[in-house]
């Protein structure tokens, strides 16, 4: 099956602690991952997303995430969080059989001044 | 770069009435289009999948008469809401490929059914 899992529902840290989100997912092949964020109400951004090449991979607002095929894992990470990072974060692997977006159940992040 | 719109951005409507979304693909072609649901504090699920110049195909448990969905153009899909009900208010967001690894999300439509 091709699914994403987000094991945090929920995390809180402190403003210019660093962040690491986790997103494992199940594929039989390289997948296409994405991350995305959403703030309340609103539609997705698009962070970065991963297809082959380097494993770790830039994204905007100073976010990185590192592929890692023995953990299928796709990890994002932010060394230093800013007030403005509070949001909910979607990762999502893009389905080869039809091209649409399998999303993990999103984790919500909340930062303390 | 690509945008993806969507209109109403929100609505209103009563329980029994219709109500129509429209996706448009702003600057490029899209012969596939994809319609998620969100409930309020979860993740997005896929409904359909959008076909230009054929039937919709529909997720496990998604009432294809009660979703009804038209890919007029190949940049406009439309989903009908028909016959809403309370348990039918969600955040609907749709999506269209341009190119294997890019999805352009619209920026949602938040449906209240009274």
């Known amino acids: 099956a091709q699914s994403v899992t987000q094991p945090d529902i929920h995390i809180t840290v402190s403003e210019g602690a660093s962040l690491e989100l986790r997103c494992n997912y199940s594929?039989?092949?390289?997948?296409?991952l994405f991350w995305y964020v959403q703030s309340p109400g609103q539609g997705l951004q698009l962070l970065l997303k991963y297809f082959s090449g380097d494993t770790l991979v830039q994204g905007i607002k100073g976010f990185e995430a590192e592929f890692k095929r023995s953990q299928s894992s796709f990890n994002l990470r932010k060394p230093s969080v800013h007030w403005s990072d509070a949001a909910e974060y979607f990762c999502a692997l893009l389905r080869d059989n039809n091209n649409d977006m399998r999303f993990g159940a999103g984790t919500r992040l909340t930062v303390k001044p | 770069g690509a945008v993806v719109s969507q209109h109403p951005s929100r609505v209103i409507c009563k329980s029994g009435t219709s109500v129509k979304i429209e996706c448009r693909s702003l600057?490029?072609?899209?012969?596939?289009m994809f319609w998620y649901r969100q409930f309020p504090k979860q993740s997005l699920m896929l409904m359909a999948t959008s076909n230009e110049g054929s039937k919709a195909t529909y997720e496990q448990g998604v009432e294809k008469d009660k979703f009804l969905i038209n890919h007029a153009s190949l940049t406009l899909s439309t989903l009908t809401v028909t016959s809403a009900h309370p348990e039918d208010s969600s955040f609907y967001i749709c999506?269209?490929?341009?190119?294997?690894?890019?999805?352009?999300f619209g920026p949602g439509t938040r449906l209240t059914v009274l």
């Open positions: 999506s269209a490929p341009a190119g294997k690894d890019t999805q352009y």
């Open positions: 600057d490029f072609q899209a012969t596939t």
């Open positions: 594929y039989g092949a390289t997948p296409y």
